[in-house]
C-alpha cells in the first residue's frame, strides 16, 4: 500500500477532513462543528495531512492544495462505493448483481442513503408499501420479470389520473398480461400517458423508478427471487440512476402499439 493511501484509509478523521474541503475552504471553527471533533484529537491529523502537502492554511482557513483534489476528487467515489456495500455486507453479498451493466453497476454509489425495506414472512405477498409509495408520483418507469394481480389495475389507474407510466415487461409477463388481464392492457395501451415495451430477452431483475422514489428487487444468487427485500431510496442521484437503468434496457425493447 503507498504511503498516500495509507495516510488516507488509516484515519476516518483524516478521511472525513479531505471530504470536507472537497466542497471548498473551511474555518477551522466550521471543521470542529461539521466533523464533531475537538482541536486536541483533530490537529495531529491537520498536521500529518499538512505535511503530505494534502491541505494548507490561511490563518484560521484550511483548503485542499492542488495535489489533495486530485486524491480526494478519486477518493471520494471510492469510499461511497464502499459505504454502499458496507451498509448492508450480507444482502449484496448474497445477492446477483450481475443483471445490472457493468458502466451502471459502477456507479452503485449514486443509490446514496438507501434502506433495505424487509418484509415479514406473514408480509410476503404484501405490496401496500410499495403502491403507496408510488401511489402519488407524477412518472413512473419500471422493468417488471413478474407480475402481481394488483398490478394491472393499479397502473392503469395511475394512467388514467395522467401520471405517465412506462413499463417494460418480459416476455413472459407480457404473455400473462395477454392471457389474464388483457383489458387493462388493451385500455392502456389507448391512453397517451401509458407505455408498454417488452424486452428482447429475459430480465432477472424488477426495479421502479418515479420523480421521488427508487425500488430494486434482485434475485439471490442460487437463483431464487428475493421477494421479501427491497432496496429503496429517495436521493435525487438515486433517481437518476434509476433512469439509467430504465434507458438501458429501453433501448433493448420494442413497443407495444397493439396486442396480437
Known amino acids: 500500500m503507498s504511503d498516500l493511501l495509507s495516510i488516507i484509509s488509516a484515519s476516518d478523521k483524516r478521511r472525513n477532513l479531505l471530504i470536507l474541503l472537497d466542497s471548498g475552504p473551511k ?6 462543528r461539521i466533523l464533531k471533533v475537538t482541536s486536541t ?7 500529518i495531512l499538512e505535511e503530505e502537502h494534502l491541505i494548507e492554511r490561511d490563518g484560521k482557513k484550511f483548503s485542499l492544495t492542488p495535489m489533495g483534489k486530485v486524491l480526494t476528487t478519486h477518493m471520494v467515489p471510492l469510499i461511497r462505493t464502499m459505504d454502499i456495500f458496507d451498509k448492508n455486507k450480507k444482502y449484496w453479498h448474497e445477492h446477483n448483481l450481475d443483471v445490472l451493466p457493468y458502466e451502471i453497476l459502477l456507479d452503485i454509489r449514486d443509490l446514496g442513503d438507501y434502506r433495505i425495506i424487509e418484509n415479514s414472512d406473514e408480509e410476503i405477498f404484501d405490496i401496500n408499501t410499495f403502491l403507496n409509495n408510488i401511489a402519488q408520483s ?3 418507469k419500471g422493468v417488471s420479470h413478474t407480475i402481481h394481480p394488483r398490478y394491472p389495475n393499479f397502473f392503469l389507474e395511475l394512467a388514467k389520473k ?6 417494460i415487461l418480459t416476455p413472459g409477463v407480457f404473455k400473462i398480461m395477454k392471457e389474464k388481464y388483457p383489458e387493462a392492457l388493451e385500455e392502456g395501451l389507448k391512453l397517451k400517458t401509458s407505455s408498454v415495451f417488452v424486452s ?7 426495479f421502479t423508478v418515479t420523480d421521488s422514489y427508487f ?12 421477494s ?6 429517495n436521493d435525487p442521484s438515486a433517481l437518476r440512476w434509476g433512469e439509467r437503468i430504465f434507458s438501458y434496457f429501453l433501448k433493448q425493447s420494442e413497443k407495444v402499439e397493439k396486442i396480437d
Open 215 to 226: 425500488s430494486l428487487s434482485l434475485f439471490y444468487n442460487n437463483g431464487v427471487f428475493d
Open 228 to 233: 421479501k427485500n427491497d432496496v429503496v431510496s
Open 162 to 167: 395522467g401520471v405517465v407510466a412506462s413499463l
Open 138 to 140: 407524477k412518472t413512473v
Open 27 to 32: 474555518e477551522w471553527d466550521e471543521i470542529k
Open 200 to 206: 428482447k430477452k429475459e430480465i432477472k431483475f424488477s
Open 41 to 47: 484529537g483533530m490537529l495531529p491529523q491537520v498536521k
